[in-house]
């Protein structure tokens, strides 16, 4: 079954506006989630990630926030700009298994001028 | 640093040929990771390798298998290739150090298509 959901698939928002995207995982033992932000025509890029040590975490514009008892985890980006456009996919690690994520299947963001 | 290198970036093939990608990691990093991407089931692990040594492997047939050079570049094969396989194939690069290994850096991928 799935492991990592997300949601919205599809999120349009318009510039100066803010953006939440949100994911359950289903293994209590995940303790890594990353955020990868993915571009037309290339592959995903890593823009935040967050330990399970961690409740929240901010970078500029983005920040990620972790409930672990609720085992879910959100992405918010504030004053969205249109080069923020791209699908975004939460992930968390796979128990055991070195490197290994399982991915959510994506939110596709568009940023309207 | 350059980043992580997929070759080719497409290919076509046809159903029962077998392929192989290829893989150049980011300088120093020692893990590679192959997902496998499709807009029905989203990005799904394939292998991972560590140091010459398949470290883990995910849920797909014995058809795909993988390897790891000393020099820590990597190739991937698809033998008896289905339609089902077309899809952007994936590779990952890690730092392998403590507190940051988990962040995978990728590829731009290769998209192949199976006719």
């Known amino acids: 079954g799935e492991n990592v959901e997300q949601h919205p698939s599809t999120l349009s928002v318009q510039e100066g506006d803010s953006a939440v995207i949100k994911c359950t995982y289903s293994?209590?033992?995940?303790?890594?989630f990353p955020w990868y932000k993915q571009e037309l025509g290339k592959g995903p890029q890593l823009i935040i990630d967050?330990?399970?040590?961690?409740g929240e975490k901010k970078d500029q514009r983005i920040a990620v926030t972790l409930n672990k008892t609720a085992k879910h985890f959100s992405l918010h980006i504030t004053e969205t700009q249109p080069e923020d456009s791209a699908v975004y996919f939460c992930?968390?690690?796979?128990?055991?298994?070195?490197?290994?994520?399982?991915f959510g299947k994506g939110t596709s963001l568009l940023v309207t001028p | 640093k350059a980043g992580v290198t997929q070759t080719p970036r497409y290919l076509i093939k046809t159903r029962g040929q077998q392929v192989t990608l290829s893989c150049s990691p980011i300088s120093g990093h020692r893990s590679v990771s192959w997902y496998q991407q499709t807009p029905g089931q989203g990005l799904q692990f394939l292998f991972e390798y560590f140091s010459e040594t398949q470290r883990n492997k995910g849920n797909f047939p014995g058809r795909f298998s993988g390897r790891q050079f000393s020099n820590s570049r990597s190739e991937m094969n698809v033998s008896t290739l289905e339609l089902g396989d077309s899809a952007l194939y994936l590779c990952?690069?890690?730092?392998?150090?403590?507190?940051?290994?988990?962040?995978?850096?990728f590829g731009s991928g290769t998209q192949l298509s199976v006719l």
């Open positions: 992930a968390a690690s796979i128990p055991n298994s070195g490197y290994a994520l399982n």
């Open positions: 967050i330990r399970s040590n961690v």
């Open positions: 990952a690069s890690s730092p392998s150090n403590t507190g940051t290994g988990e962040k995978l850096f």
């Open positions: 293994d209590s033992a995940s303790n890594y």
